[in-house]
């Protein structure tokens, strides 16, 4: 397996829109939301939103419809296929949530690409409506990160798989998305990672405005097409540095154990 993990947002880098707004208005609740939009924080409105499609009869098999028919780049599930194939580790971190990310990528075809899902939870209560929760309970457990909005930094869950890489003795990070909270992931990066920021959205501008804050590679993409090009070309470039690594340690190792007489019949190495 590739010694690498590739992190996905969702909201406009896996799929073109972003799912909340798109199941409102798919539902028709669109004037409700930008009522109450500046009211309360994001998630504790989609929450709202689903107990009120919930009141006007609208069921969880109405918003898994909606959610099938979620516009997407014809390029991106075979981008994904194919990272896949190759052996990369994919994950996702997404601030939806996450009955719309299984239900899209299930829907998709790409559910079992991924290890995990980094997202808000959503889950069917007991009245038979969508309950939608924040990633962090930011009233009593605050993140601490002025970047990032109170229910999620995607920087430290970064920083989490970073650790769990240094276990796995994965290597490389390749991250993809383009909204303001995809900035502070691209800071945590290392050398040797890599960041797909999509052109002309906030993650690319505030990229730009700070390159010397971030430590990755940049490589821009505009829509699914150079997503899966340039992606496949990135993994492919790690995968042929990692097999001309591999090989120059197997030659170094033979040497060290002819240089010690481990080898029949082999001279010691002239120093």
């Known amino acids: 397996m590739a010694g690498i993990v590739v992190v996905f947002d969702f909201d406009k880098t896996i799929i073109d829109v972003d799912s909340d707004n798109w199941v409102v208005d798919q539902l028709g609740d669109t004037d409700l939301f930008n009522q109450l939009m500046p009211t309360m924080p994001w998630n504790s409105l989609m929450d709202t939103m689903m107990k009120g499609l919930h009141a ?3 069921t969880i098999g109405d918003i898994e419809e909606v959610l099938k028919r979620v516009p997407i780049h014809a390029r991106i599930v ?19 949530n996450v009955f719309f990310i299984e239900t899209i990528l299930k829907h998709l075809g790409i559910g079992d690409c991924f290890t995990e899902i980094n997202t808000n939870p959503g889950c069917v209560n007991e009245e038979g409506r969508l309950q939608i929760l924040p990633y962090v309970d930011f009233q009593t457990a605050p993140h601490g990160c002025n970047l990032c909005p109170p229910n999620m930094c995607k920087g430290l869950i970064v920083e989490r798989i970073q650790a769990s890489l240094a276990k796995e003795g994965k290597k490389r990070m390749v991250y ?4 303001i909270g995809d900035f502070c992931p691209s800071l945590k990066l290392r050398k040797g990672d890599l960041v797909m920021p999509r052109k002309d959205f906030p993650a690319w501008n505030l990229i730009n ?26 993994i492919n470039i790690i995968i042929a ?21 481990a080898l029949p019949g082999a001279l010691p190495v002239p120093y």
């Not at 170094?252 to 154990?257: A, D, H, I, L, P």
Request: glycine share 8%; with cysteine.
């Open 56 to 58: 006007r009869g609208k």
């Open 209 to 234: 405005k700070n390159r010397t804050l971030v430590k990755a590679a940049v490589h821009e993409w505009t829509d699914g097409e150079e997503l899966e090009h340039i992606l496949l070309q990135l």
């Open 176 to 179: 993809l998305g383009d909204g």
């Open 78 to 96: 075979p981008a994904i296929k194919s990272a896949h194939a190759l052996g990369c580790d994919l994950r996702v971190v997404s601030d939806a």
């Open 241 to 261: 540095e990692e097999s001309q690594l591999v090989s120059v340690e197997c030659k170094f190792q033979t040497m060290s154990r002819a240089a010690n007489g």
